[in-house]
């Protein structure tokens, strides 16, 4: 036979620490023991043991097959709360023993009212009262009058798990009112960042569609030919439609009273210039780039540097990091951009609310049709990976 030794053992036996105490069921049976050792009636004792040894062993045989139903029910009472005060109410019934079953009566009605509504919790509460008047129609009275405790305990019982119901409903709702809120948040964060994706794209095509024009309109005054010429002026025509287009639809990315942005956008020869001033802010940064250096379109290199200016912004936010080091590698088909502090790393890069700034970053490159992934590093630390593929060639 092998030995398990150090084996891992599947889940189902793996010890999982001591199993959690049922509170209800704990106090169910601490009233029972109780009432099976106090002796406070004058006629038929309330303690079963000391009135078992004048009774017949057929009454002491009933007691515990009630306890032992009741205690039952009281373990199922969370899944079906109105069977198990059902099973117990029977319970109660079928027992000799005055207030033997109060205790987990109390308990189940408890749940009933913290669970349920108020009609379901009235009927319990009336179902448990009735339970012990016919008990003491059925086995005869005792020396002492049990009702009044009945009663009260009945109301208290009710009381406070009508209590405990609003409160924890109250919980429940202000819990869902919290995650919508985020999500909304979320929502709005997102949308936010792609309007700025949007305006930031909308410079560099403008950019790129001014060249056009300009290139046009050299071409037409150098070309001699009247076709070539309506041509090039056609193509000019083109794009100064487009350039306004673009210019209408700006409008109505900005807000009314939003200035527009006059600082040029920046590129990846920028990175220095973004490493220097997180040098300044107490962050050390360190700079990287590996493979050939090849020449891309703004926008690709906007995109990229965006990701490493979020990634940085959060890194001094959430990450209590002293250093960061970014590398760039021009792959084959495609620019992987790294991120990696020393951290704490579980917050890193997670803005508040949780996740903002990463969702930005996945925006970004998703628009080129790449991926951003974050986590932790083995050895301590927050690492952000970005993959960007390069445009294909028209």
């Known amino acids: ?26 106090l169910g049976l601490l009233w029972i023991v109780a009432v099976l050792v106090v002796d406070n009636s004058s006629h038929m004792h309330v303690a079963v043991i000391p009135a078992a040894l004048h009774d017949t062993a057929a009454r002491w045989l009933v007691d515990a097959c009630a306890v032992a139903v009741a205690m039952a029910a009281l373990a199922l009472r969370h899944r079906q709360p109105l069977v198990a005060l059902f099973v117990v109410v029977a319970a109660v019934i079928a027992t000799p023993a005055v207030l033997l079953l109060l205790g987990p009566a109390l308990v189940a009605l408890y749940t009933v009212a913290i669970t349920r509504g108020r009609r379901d919790t009235a009927i319990a509460a009336v179902g448990v009262v009735a339970a012990f008047v016919l008990q003491r129609l ?54 936010e960042e792609r309007v700025r994706i949007a305006r930031e794209l909308h410079d560099v095509v403008a950019h790129t569609l001014s060249l056009i024009i300009v290139q046009s309109e050299v071409l037409r005054t150098n070309l001699a030919d009247e076709e070539p010429r309506a041509s090039a002026a056609a193509i000019a025509e083109l794009g100064r439609d487009a350039m306004a287009e673009l210019h209408r639809t700006l409008e109505l990315l900005r807000g009314g009273d939003e200035l527009p942005e006059r600082a040029p956008r920046p590129v990846l020869s920028d990175l220095q210039q973004l490493a220097d001033q997180s040098r300044e802010g107490a962050l050390d940064v360190e700079l990287g780039i590996e493979g050939a250096v090849r020449s891309l379109p703004a926008s690709f290199e906007l995109c990229a540097y965006r990701i490493v200016q979020e990634a940085l912004t959060n890194v001094r936010r959430h990450a209590d990091a002293a250093h960061a080091t970014v590398r760039l590698r021009f792959g084959p088909n495609a620019l992987e951009v790294s991120i990696e502090d020393d951290g704490a790393g579980a917050t890193a890069t997670a803005a508040t609310p949780a996740g903002h700034g990463l969702r930005g970053m996945r925006e970004r490159a998703a628009m080129l049709g790449g991926a951003v992934s974050a986590g932790p590093r083995e050895q301590g630390g927050y690492r952000v990976n970005a993959i960007l593929p390069y445009p294909e060639p028209l």
């Not at 036979?1 to 704990?26: C, N, T, Y």
């Not at 919980?171 to 009112?177: G, K, P, Y």
């Open 1 to 26: 036979m092998q030995q398990i030794g150090g084996a891992r053992l599947p889940g189902r036996l793996r010890d999982h620490g001591p199993a959690p105490v049922d509170p209800g069921l704990a």
């Open 138 to 191: 059925a086995w005869g009275p005792t020396g002492d009058n049990s009702l009044p405790t009945v009663l009260i305990g009945t109301v208290a019982s009710t009381g406070l798990g009508l209590y405990a119901g609003v409160r924890r409903e109250s919980v429940r709702e202000r819990t869902a009112f919290e995650q919508r809120q985020d999500a909304l948040v979320a929502e709005r964060t997102v949308a």
